[in-house]
């Protein structure tokens, strides 16, 4: 994939899942199934996206140290979230209703080091090196000063509630959309904005 398409493509998948999930507990349970399925396939192809996303965000933020920590723990993440979406997509395949599910759930995540890695701590890395890459970005003035905060919201507004999920996607795409037009820039210096 063209590494300018992913900075669209991450957010509007990202997008997809999140609304493909509100569709999924219309009913009152949320898995599993085919939306279920789905939404998870979405969020997988969006984290690899987001792969390319970091690399890119180094590249424009100068391959240094700082940026190649952020990139690096970024990716890490986004294996995390992956292991977890993995699971959640063979632990819905595996079970007959949500009740089957969760027991499924419980015994993964007391294998020793799982839910720290996979579910509490690993996918935390993901946010955390998206986020230091933006605002390296704004240092160095590749992005405009408000797009960490448009990042920020997005990071955050699934701890409020998930459901605002797309919402959070709107404002990565705004967010990201700018950063699409620069990949192909490579030796030209990119004039300062603000």
Do not use: C
Not at 10 to 36: C, E, H, Q
Not at 105 to 123: E, K, L, N
Not at 136 to 144: D, I, N, P, T, W
Not at 153 to 173: E, H, N
């Amino acid at each position: 994939m063209n590494p300018r398409s992913a900075f669209v493509a991450a957010p509007l998948l990202v997008m997809a899942y999140g609304v493909i999930r509100i569709l999924d507990g219309l009913d009152g349970s949320r898995g599993p199934g085919l939306a279920w399925t789905t939404g998870h396939l979405a969020f997988l192809a969006a984290l690899a996206m987001f792969v390319s996303t970091f690399l890119q965000m180094r590249r424009m933020a100068g391959r240094n140290t700082l940026s190649n920590v952020s990139a690096t723990v970024g990716i890490i993440g986004t294996l995390a979230l992956s292991t977890q979406f993995v699971i959640d997509i063979v632990v819905g395949f595996l079970s007959a209703d949500r009740a089957g599910m969760g027991i499924l759930f419980d015994r993964i995540q007391a294998v020793p080091g799982v839910s720290v890695a996979v579910y509490d701590g690993g996918p935390f890395l993901f946010y955390i090196g998206q986020l230091a890459l933006v605002v390296q970005l704004a240092a160095v003035r590749r992005v405009k000063v408000w797009t960490p905060f448009l990042v920020l919201l997005d990071l955050l507004l699934p701890f409020v509630d998930k459901d605002l999920i797309p919402l959070g996607a709107v404002f990565l795409l705004v967010s990201f959309a700018p950063l699409a037009g620069q990949v192909s820039r490579t030796a030209e210096p990119v004039p300062a904005v603000v």
